[in-house]
């Protein structure tokens, strides 16, 4: 670990000591990890992890989360949400990210007043504050605490971090709810959810460990790493045969192949503007 992300490391640390008594919202990602593990580092019994259930989450990653959490010898809350019954979410607009998190972070802070700690960490890190983030806005709304941010964090030191703690997730994938396979405007709704999920999860099977199923109507278009895109094309029949059968009629490949945001870049520039002042 280099002399600045140490720098950057102590700072967290200092933070959390501050802070004393926190529940942390933890997904089982590379950087909730951290802000878990450097929390129990500096505050031994005084953390909480809250992983938290939802329709837009896969239940593997709900149970790999709550596993690592007990794993690293923590004290653990399983939760529900239900975000397809808030009819914002459902619409699927820009401005339901902003309502998917003005949910998560509503729930967490009822907890935790219930439970009594006094702050409630997400792992919001610095790249978060350069892409397309209306749940910032609810993040600051609730007073949620992004410590990573706080200690001006990018996910390549994050995962330097998590390299040094010896977290198995350090160089995790990133994972996002699946309402980021539909264009805004496709109402959402558990079928089409599972759908995607369903159509993921068997890529995923056969070697396209970074996948994404984008959703457009009977059309699924395919994102996989673009040096990945020659293998997809030589098992396409195989691939077309099974998305076919989960109720797509057709089955594209998108030859840019896999990256975050991409139902973003339809975006006007005016909306990405407006929204992200907002966040």
Known sequence: ???????????????????????????????????????????????????????????????????????????????????????????????????????????????????????????????????????????????????????????????????ALELPVWNKLASCSLASRFPYGTKLDMNKVNQVNQAELYLQSIGFAEVRVRYHDNVARIEVSPEKIGELILKREEVQQKLVSLGFDYVSVDLRGYRTGSMNEVLPETETAKLAANA
């Open 1 to 163: 670990m280099n002399k600045i992300i140490q720098q950057k490391n102590e700072k967290l640390g200092k933070t959390l000591r501050e802070l004393g008594r926190v529940m942390v919202a933890f997904s089982g990602g590379v950087d909730s990890a951290v802000v878990l593990k450097r929390a129990q580092q500096e505050l031994g019994d005084n953390v909480l992890a809250v992983v938290v259930k939802s329709e837009l989450f896969r239940e593997s990653e709900f149970q790999a989360a709550v596993q690592l959490a007990k794993d690293l010898g923590v004290k653990v809350l399983e939760t529900e949400i239900k975000e397809l019954e808030d009819e914002n979410i459902v619409a699927n607009t820009p401005d339901s990210w902003y309502y998917s998190k003005k949910l998560l972070y509503r729930h967490l802070n009822q907890l935790a007043k219930e439970l009594d700690y006094p702050y409630v960490l997400d792992g919001m890190i610095m790249d978060d504050e350069e892409d397309f983030r209306p749940g910032l806005k609810a993040r600051t709304e609730e007073g949620v605490r992004s410590v990573l941010q706080e200690a001006n964090l990018y996910k390549h030191e994050v995962r330097e971090i998590a390299k």
